[in-house]
């Protein structure tokens, strides 16, 4: 039958409503837009994620530019500390020679009449700090000469074999000699250890941290 | 779903796909009824939870889509019904002739007394319902028009009950189509009358075509105005038809030789009683004319 009296108005609003066409239309359109869904959470949470990157780039940008500024006031120390670090391999390489003569002191026996202790550095490799060159040693010679009874056995060895033993790992004994001769026999001891060992062995201790000064 | 709206009667016939299964007598005593003929509702509008639609789709287990057919009898005033040509209107087309009448009805009828807006429609000279049409512009055309405020009520009804609208008819073309379609006035020249609580309504078929159409007070001056233009008319020995929806009594007053269109013959012509439920639950026999009418119209 036709629609006879009935408005255009509401013959519009039925053929939305109710015709199939675009009942289809609807279905396909709201497919359409469920599908958006995911890829508009998906936007948001993009969103929601740059806008906190955002946040952090500026509050690590304000945190730079704090220590920056914290650092120049500290540019001044940052210059010595950094000199001073410029002179540790040249620091590094030093003998305690006190400790040196003390542990020989100690260990010479009382058959043994030291005539002479030479300790000389060796080995010198160059080193540039800032526009100056220092030559710093990478060896430690200690050369001791003496008289022994004629009848005081390898007296000299001994002293030459603990003194080795209080040196740092790596140091050897280069000469150990013994001269004929009477009453009293001289000898000779040559020992070198390097520059970078420890020195623990000869009564040095730790003050409080390695890098400490 | 059918609707007879009545001054003071509602009445209703439940279809499915194949015809009616149930028809309400009194649905104007319902808080949720349709706008009676005169435009107001029979009750305070207070719907329930259910609208009246829903209850009597699931009363007689319909689906949901629910499309709502109103049979109007409105009042004189707020109808008109004609029969002319295109070539009289000086139309070319029935859509034109549709525009000029809702934009210029003074200019189509000449004198057009009322300021009320009217809905138009046109029907072919066999008032076919359901075709569209496109007669020549000397053929016999049916003008109906009704008032848009009475239209429109039963539009924001049947919207608040969520329902489409198949059409809003006045109850007497609705009675002349069906009268067309089902006597036999292929074979004879007819007249008929509807007389309803309106007043008459009365056409003359020429071999199935409607040649004229007129609006009285009762249906003995209806009778009497068309034995005044049997002659002009050119029928030849026309058959009589009336169709009452109440008026009994006044069949005391109308010719003799006219079929009545009532309880005792509508089997003849329709072929059938009608067996359907009512809201007791019982399938019930109808052959009030109304029922039958009703029932036709939900099938077109």
Not at chain 1, 94 to 121: F, N, Y
Not at chain 1, 168 to 181: H, Q, R, Y
Request: proline share 4%.
């Amino acid at each position: 039958m036709k629609p006879h009296l009935v408005s255009t108005a509401v013959l519009a609003r039925q053929v939305y409503r109710y015709s199939r066409a675009y009942r289809f239309a609807a279905f396909a359109l709201l497919s359409f837009l469920l599908l958006q869904v995911p890829a508009v959470v998906w936007l948001i949470y993009e969103r929601q994620v740059g806008q906190e990157r955002r946040i952090r780039t500026g509050q690590l940008a304000a945190d730079a530019a704090r220590i920056a500024s914290d650092r120049r006031a500290l540019a001044d120390t940052e210059n010595k500390l950094k000199r001073i670090q410029d002179l540790a391999p040249v620091l590094r390489a030093r003998l305690p020679i006190s400790a040196v003569l003390g542990k020989i002191e100690q260990l010479a026996s009382q058959d043994l009449a030291l005539s002479q202790v030479v300790i000389d550095a060796g080995e010198f490799q160059p080193v540039q700090i800032e526009t100056s060159l220092f030559q710093v040693p990478r060896q430690i010679n200690i050369v001791i000469k003496g008289e022994q009874p004629a009848q005081g056995g390898d007296a000299y060895k001994r002293l030459a074999e603990k003194l080795l033993e209080s040196l740092p790992p790596g140091s050897k004994i280069a000469d150990a000699s013994l001269a004929d001769g009477q009453p009293f026999k001289t000898f000779r001891l040559a020992l070198s250890a390097p520059t970078n060992g420890n020195y623990f062995g000869l009564g040095v201790t730790k003050i409080s941290a390695q890098n400490s000064l | 779903m059918a609707f007879f709206i009545g001054h003071e009667k509602i009445e209703a016939l439940v279809a499915g796909v194949r015809g009616g299964v149930g028809y309400e007598r009194s649905l104007e005593k319902d808080n949720d009824a349709p706008p009676l003929a005169s435009g107001h509702s029979s009750l305070v509008n207070g719907t329930g939870s259910r609208t009246l639609s829903r209850k009597l789709t699931s009363r007689y287990r319909l689906r949901k889509n629910i499309k709502h057919l109103f049979v109007v009898d409105a009042e004189k005033k707020d109808r008109f019904f004609g029969v002319s040509t295109l070539e009289r209107l000086r139309q070319k087309s029935v859509s034109a002739a549709l525009e000029e009448m809702h934009e210029n009805p003074q200019q189509i009828f000449g004198n057009w007394p009322d300021q009320t807006p009217f809905r138009w429609a046109i029907l072919n000279r066999e008032m076919s319902l359901g075709t569209d049409t496109s007669p020549r512009i000397d053929e016999p055309i049916l003008i109906l028009g009704m008032a848009d405020e009475l239209c429109a009520s039963f539009e924001s009804w049947a919207e608040a009950q969520g329902a489409s609208i198949l059409a809003i008819l006045p109850l007497s073309i609705a009675v002349l189509a069906w009268c067309n379609a089902n006597l036999a006035t292929k074979d004879r020249d007819s007249l008929v009358v509807v007389a309803t609580d309106q007043g008459a309504v009365s056409a003359a078929f020429k071999r199935r075509s409607l040649i004229y159409i007129s609006q009285d007070e009762s249906a003995s001056d209806a009778f009497s105005a068309l034995e005044g233009e049997v002659d002009a008319l050119e029928l030849e020995r026309p058959a009589r038809y009336l169709w009452a929806i109440y008026h009994t009594e006044e069949r005391r007053s109308i010719p003799e030789d006219l079929l009545i269109i009532d309880e005792e013959n509508i089997r003849g012509i329709s072929g059938e009683s009608l067996a359907l439920q009512e809201g007791h639950g019982k399938k019930i026999k109808h052959d009030r004319p109304i029922a039958h009418l009703l029932n036709w119209l939900v099938k077109q």
